[in-house]
């Protein structure tokens, strides 16, 4: 199994160019999460889905946009990249009986110019 | 969601127990509190979980007092591969969302 795997795994963007981070899991996890981790800072959750077309917000949603279309992706979207979205970027999955392993890819870093 | 509060920085030696504190006063009847490590440029790794007294795993032990108000996580016997950054979380398991504070930097020397 791989596990949770992200892409791209590194990008760099303008200001106000686009983008979509892809999150798959191939372990049947319920709940999907995405995190930005800035230099010598904790992770902050963006937006996370408990299941199949469900999203919510966390606690830095602005500027983002997320989906979960099918049970094994959860992608993350910037219609509109700005340098304070210069981040690393990552997934994570849970199953919906656990109570409390997360599951995290490797992680997407991306630098917004 | 309670809020936690740990030491930003640990430093150790090699072969020494370690332990690291979190407090979290405000913790509710239904949270539960759980330790991740994160190394440089990889995403967080699952270390324990508990609710009450004590959990050890191959791992690591997490010491619940019976307040539930703080909780510590010990590593035995640490190498410098232990160099991390711990993270504590406390959390409903049923709301779903898992917040990350600024975890403790644990530096492991020769």
């Known amino acids: 199994n791989a596990g949770v795997t992200q892409t791209p795994k590194f990008r760099v963007l303008k200001t106000g160019q686009s983008m979509t981070l892809l999150c798959a899991q191939d372990m049947n996890h319920e709940y999907m999460y995405w995190y930005r981790q800035d230099p010598g800072m904790g992770l902050r959750l963006i937006h996370y889905?408990?299941?199949?077309?469900?999203?919510a917000k966390g606690e830095v949603p602005d500027g983002y946009n997320v989906s979960r279309l099918k049970k094994q992706n959860f992608l993350l979207g910037l219609e509109s990249a700005a340098p304070s979205q210069t981040s690393v970027y990552f997934c994570a999955s849970r199953h919906q009986k656990n109570t409390g392993e997360l599951f995290f890819g490797e992680g997407s870093r991306l630098t917004v110019l | 969601l309670a809020k936690t509060t740990q030491p930003i920085s640990m430093d150790s030696y090699e072969g020494q127990e370690v332990n690291i504190t979190c407090s979290h006063n405000?913790?509710?009847?239904?949270?539960?509190i759980t330790w991740y490590q994160q190394f440089p440029s990889q995403g967080p790794r699952f270390i324990i979980q508990?609710?009450?007294t004590k959990v050890t795993n191959e791992v690591a032990s997490l010491f619940i007092p019976a307040d539930r108000k703080s909780s510590t996580l010990s590593l035995p016997r640490v190498s410098l591969s232990d160099t991390a950054v711990y993270y504590c979380l406390v959390g409903d398991m049923n709301f779903n969302k898992f917040y990350f504070g600024s975890g403790t930097k644990l530096n492991v020397k020769p």
């Open positions: 508990g609710y009450k």
């Open positions: 889905s408990v299941g199949e077309g469900t999203t």
């Open positions: 405000n913790i509710a009847t239904n949270d539960y």
